[in-house]
């Protein structure tokens, strides 16, 4: 950002430089071709995992299970703690699990919709818009993705499940879904939409970017929370989902999509001199 350092006397409108000089925003690394093939090799990988090859990829029993070997309960001490967010009756679990869908299905609309009307005040075009897009949906595909390969491997019993007697846990509503509990997907994909949405926004410099974590954060922290007072997942499944959406939200627009401002823009220095007046000004 340019910062004045020494003016002598106020400068005339002709010495002040122009705000048609240069975008209100920096240039990303991006390219269609190679991020399109990333977009597209995580979209097959998540969409073929969930909806072609799930019966067979989800364990059938539990690998987690939080029980002893006699059979009794060893959940840790902190998810036993967290559990007392669970409803207590079907039907608050379903109206919990119901706004976390709703909640989660809404932010990514309100997410890029803020997002959009950022960047056009800052007077970016349609096309870096879509960039933007393709740098968030990037991030959340690949948070996707790593979730679904750890929820597989790790088989953790769902919270509701876990209560049932064993004999009834073969009928539940999706039992492909039972031992799917670690991490939570919701809540890891809203972490890393919301978080890397943010991060986009400061790389370019768009203005207001601060309300995307006032609001977006505390809106993804309340899925995570439903999400626990549906019995569907744990403390813990909550907690490493919002930190590891967190991790791919900054990591894949900071390594993969950096500024591209020549390197002479990080320190330079500017004298403008008017009948007027004269200033100096440094851009780091």
Known sequence: ???PLLSSV????????????????????????????LLGAAAVLLVGSEVLFKEDLAPATCRWCDRAADGTDSLN??????????????A?????????NLVGGLLPLGTLGAHY??????????????????????????????NQATKFIAGRERPFVHLLPEAQKPFTEHPSDNNLSFYSGHTSMVFSLVVSAGTVAHLRGYPHQPWVWAVG?????SVGLLRMGAGKHYLTDVAVGAAL????????????????????????????????????????
Do not use: Y
């Open 117 to 146: 009307a950022f960047s056009r005040q800052a007077g970016a075009s349609g096309a870096v818009f879509l960039q933007d897009t393709g740098i968030i949906v990037e991030s959340v595909l690949l948070s996707a993705v790593l």
């Open 1 to 3: 950002m340019a910062v």
């Open 245 to 284: 959406g967190t991790a791919s939200g900054l990591a894949v627009p900071l390594l993969l999509h950096g500024r591209t401002s020549p390197a002479s823009e990080g320190l330079s220095l500017q004298v403008t001199a008017g009948p007027r007046g004269a200033a100096v000004a440094g851009r780091f």
């Open 92 to 100: 608050q679990r379903q109206r919990a699990g119901d706004w976390s």
């Open 217 to 221: 954060l505390p809106l993804a922290t």
């Open 77 to 90: 001490r902190l998810d036993r703690w967290g559990r007392g967010l669970t409803g207590t009756t079907g």
């Open 10 to 37: 106020p400068l005339s409108p002709d010495a002040r430089p122009s705000s048609g000089q240069a975008p209100g925003f920096h240039a990303l690394r991006f390219d269609w071709k190679q991020d399109g093939a």
